[in-house]
Every structure is written in C-alpha cells, then in structure tokens.
C-alpha cells in the first residue's frame, strides 16, 4: 500500500469517529482567535517532538486539564509545585523540558499581550513571513521552537497554506473562515 501524499488523503478512510479524522475536520489548519487556543496549539506541537501526533491527540484532553483549560496568565504563574504536579501526571507528556518551555511560553505570550494587545495581534502583525522568517522569529521569542514545531504550529492555526490538499472538503471550509494566509 503507498503511503498517502497528504494528511488530508490519510483521514480519507478513516472512521468519522477516529481521532485523527476530527482533528483534520474541526480543527487542523482553522483560524484561531483565542490567545489560549493558540497557546493550546503551541503546546501541544511542542510536546509531540519525538512523538506520534496519535499520542498527543489522545492526550489533548489531558493536558488541558493539567495545564488550566491553556488559560496564559495561571500558566505563566506556574511555581515548582506546578512542575512537580505535571511531572507526575501520567496523561501528559511528563518531559521537564517540555514542561519548562510552557511555563516560559506562557510568561513570553503574556509579555506579547503586553505589547501587542494580543499574542494573535502579534502573529498577525508578523504576517506574512516565508517560513524561515517565522522560525527564526520563533527560536528567539519561544522556548522549544524549531523548525518542524513552528511550520506545524503555523499550518495548523492557518498562518501558512497548506494544511488542507485544494480539493479536500474541509479546504473549502477554512477558505470561508479567511485564514490570515488567504490576506
């Protein structure tokens, strides 16, 4: 069997109920407006370094409940004891570095709302950049940031095109919503 040329035609035989098939439906290269869902994003690519994505989807509940819901500002205040809890929670990814970077992801979105209003302001203010600028950008802004995590984080938030093959249902319906690479 070949292997599929997309992730679009690799949920394209899957079950409507299989993980992967929602992800791709609801979520997958969708504009997000909420600075906590775009924290959730980062999060969630970061902790799938090393990692199948299978893992970290079947997590996702998980770690929003061990990480606040993503709320920003209770993640940036996150103390030892914060750590300590994560680190002993089996229904995340229980990776100190990982951890880390979003504890300082947090305080670092918390410093761009500062500035920008918003850490969505912040993105969209930086659009457009080729891909190398953004990681660049990235790497100095954010902990855990490299090239794979921020091309993924960009693509799945509908900064970058290319999320969805053109003739994949689902294209058609984030064209509607105007993702930030359609201005």
């Known amino acids: 069997m070949e292997k599929p040329s997309s992730y679009c035609e690799h949920v394209a035989s899957l079950q409507n109920d299989n993980i992967h098939r929602i992800y791709h439906d609801t979520q997958y290269g969708f504009p997000i407006d909420s600075d906590d869902e775009l924290f959730c994003r980062l999060t969630l690519e970061i902790n799938q370094a090393g990692l199948s994505w299978t893992t970290i989807l079947n997590k996702q509940d998980n770690f929003r409940k061990a990480y606040s819901n993503f709320n920003v500002e209770v993640v940036a205040k996150y103390e030892d004891i914060d750590i300590k809890r994560l680190l002993s929670n089996p229904g995340i990814i229980r990776n100190r570095l990982k951890i880390d970077a979003t504890i300082n992801n947090a305080k670092r979105i918390v410093e761009l709302q500062n500035a920008f209003g918003s850490f969505k302001n912040w993105l969209d203010k930086n659009h457009p950049l080729t891909i190398e600028q953004w990681v660049k950008l990235f790497k100095i802004t954010f902990k855990f940031t490299g090239g794979e995590i921020t ?19 689902t294209y058609n319906t984030i064209i509607k919503k105007k993702p930030m690479w359609l201005k």
Do not use: I, N, V
């Not at 984080?153 to 969805?164: D, E, I, P, V, W």
């Open 151 to 169: 091309k993924e984080f960009l693509l799945s938030t509908g900064y970058l095109h290319g999320a969805h093959a053109e003739d994949c249902e």
